[in-house]
């Protein structure tokens, strides 16, 4: 199947600080990408779909201002989260749809992040 | 309520029983339904998706979608110690909407 990477696979930082988190297509090319965030022992929630050319479109609830999104190219998204804190800890995924459609969406192995 | 709803387990069986993973859901606009194992710390991966109503078999994995009673299954044959995982069910009709995983454990 196809291929999506993330780094880093896990980081810790302070409280108040920003923290990239990149996602890659590597075998094919994506001008859509998903951002999900889950917690323990939950679901996926949706956070924001990252599209080329043109801005993200957030899901209901989730802060634009602070979960910034740039799909810089076919292969590559990042999500920023700007001034972490505590509470944004979580695992944060991404998907990108293989040929466009939803239904055959393909991970990354995620990145967990720990804000202290 | 819930618009999918899916018992977290976790669910132990011991290895070469087969497995039965369900989910139900609330909203009949759903078309696309799929299934994802994810592994402790990885993200999930693809395994199988139907569209509509019906069967799908790919080796020893059998996905089945009853629309008429809102409810999906994922049948696991010959399970195996590295099928212990977690089971998220998946369905679409605008945006994809997951239930909240099924813990799978295969005792050898």
């Known amino acids: 199947g196809a291929v999506v990477s993330q780094h880093p696979s896990w980081v810790i930082c302070k409280s108040g600080t920003s923290v990239k988190i990149e996602c890659r297509s590597l075998d094919f090319q994506a001008t859509t990408m998903f951002w999900y965030r889950q917690f323990p022992k939950q679901s996926l929630m949706l956070m924001a779909t990252s599209n080329e050319g043109s801005k993200a479109t957030y899901e209901q609830g989730v802060e634009k201002d602070k979960f910034l999104i740039n799909h810089a190219s076919l292969t590559l998204s990042t999500l920023t989260v700007t001034s972490a804190h505590p509470e944004d800890s979580s695992f944060y995924i991404c998907?990108?749809?293989?040929?466009?459609?939803?239904?055959?969406?393909?991970f990354g192995p995620g990145t967990r992040l720990l804000v202290l | 309520q819930k618009e999918v709803e899916q018992d977290p387990g976790p669910l132990s069986v011991p290895e070469g029983a087969i497995v039965s993973l369900n989910c139900t859901y609330s909203?009949?606009?759903?078309?696309?339904f799929m299934w994802y194992r994810q592994y402790s710390r990885k993200g999930p991966e693809l395994l199988m998706y139907?569209?509509?109503?019906g069967n799908k078999e790919d080796g020893r994995f059998t996905a089945q979608v009853d629309k008429s009673s809102k409810y999906i299954s994922l049948f696991i044959r010959d399970s195996q110690p590295s099928d212990s995982a977690t089971y998220l069910c998946a369905m679409r009709a605008s945006k994809i909407i997951f239930g909240s995983g099924t813990r799978l454990s295969i005792r050898p």
């Open positions: 998907s990108a749809p293989s040929g466009g459609y939803q239904e055959t969406q393909y």
């Open positions: 909203n009949s606009a759903f078309q696309y």
């Open positions: 139907t569209y509509s109503s």
